[in-house]
Antibody, heavy 124, light 110 residues
Framework: QVQLQESGPGLVKPSETLSLTCIVSGGSISNSLYYWGWIRQPPGKGLEYIGRIFYNGRSTYYNPSLKSRVTLSVDTSMNQFSLRLTSVTAADTAVYYC???????????????WGQGTLVTVSS | QSVLTQPPSASGTPGQRVTISCSGSRSNIGGNTVNWYQQLPGTAPKFLIYSTHQRPSGVPDRFSGSKSGTSASLAISGLQSEDEAEYFCAAWDDSLNGVVFGGGTKLTVL
């Protein structure tokens, strides 16, 4: 059974860059049935889709509201993928989840495995 | 402000049937399928329903999904105490070209 685990700093200063990595175990990140994504949840609020990437790095999607600040990357040799969010503000404070996106077509898909989440606080 | 609208709370007693609504528009629920996720307190969300009414392996058939027009619903029958959680709907949005979520509904089992 695949497991995902986020890692990265829990505190980032305003205007700096948030960097998180998701380590995938129990399955290959190169499985072509899946994409790999990030979702965040500000304290007490709902979920926000950040983006997703395919194992070859050539197919990515970024939420338009974050697109100018987000970069996703994948390292198949380490079986992990990463999130980079630049110029952070307090509004970026959230629990960040990495997740596996099972995708057959636009009518059949879903985030079927999630990491436990990591709280990132933006504060000086 | 979430793109999909859910009531902030719902409640029911053990054994009861409860429904949670999710309202959207033609660009998301109206033209696409709906997924649901269950988030138990302090844990990551769990994949509950896909393609509006399909259940992933291991999800009890007490959980069911439906859709009518630009609204979707999650129904839980035979409510159990372990169903106390927050429930999120999600759908592809053709205008935003991405997945959008509801704000979540916190279900309390009285």
């Amino acid at each position: 059974q695949v497991q995902l685990q986020e890692s990265g700093p829990g505190l980032v200063k305003p205007s700096e860059t948030l960097s998180l990595t998701c380590i995938v175990s129990g399955g290959s990140i190169s499985n072509s049935l899946y994409y790999w994504g990030w979702i965040r949840q500000p304290p007490g609020k709902g979920l926000e889709y950040i983006g997703r990437i395919f194992y070859n790095g050539r197919s990515t999607y970024y939420n338009p509201s974050l697109k100018s600040r987000v970069t996703l990357s994948v390292d198949t040799s380490m079986n992990q993928f990463s999130l980079r969010l630049t110029s952070v503000t307090a509004a970026d404070t959230a629990v960040y989840y990495c997740a596996r996106l099972w995708f057959v077509n636009l009518y059949t898909y879903g985030f079927d495995s999630w990491g436990q989440g990591t709280l990132v606080t933006v504060s000086s | 402000q979430s793109v999909l609208t859910q009531p902030p709370s719902a409640s029911g007693t053990p054994g009861q049937r409860v429904t949670i609504s999710c309202s959207g528009s033609r660009s998301n629920i109206g033209g696409n399928t709906v997924n649901w996720y269950q988030q138990l307190p302090g844990t990551a969300p769990k994949f509950l329903i896909y393609s509006t009414h399909q259940r992933p392996s291991g999800v009890p058939d007490r959980f069911s999904g439906s859709k009518s027009g630009t609204s979707a619903s999650l129904a839980i029958s035979g409510l159990q105490s372990e169903d106390e959680a927050e429930y999120f709907c999600a759908a592809w949005d053709d205008s935003l070209n991405g997945v959008v979520f509801g704000g979540g509904t916190k279900l309390t089992v009285l």
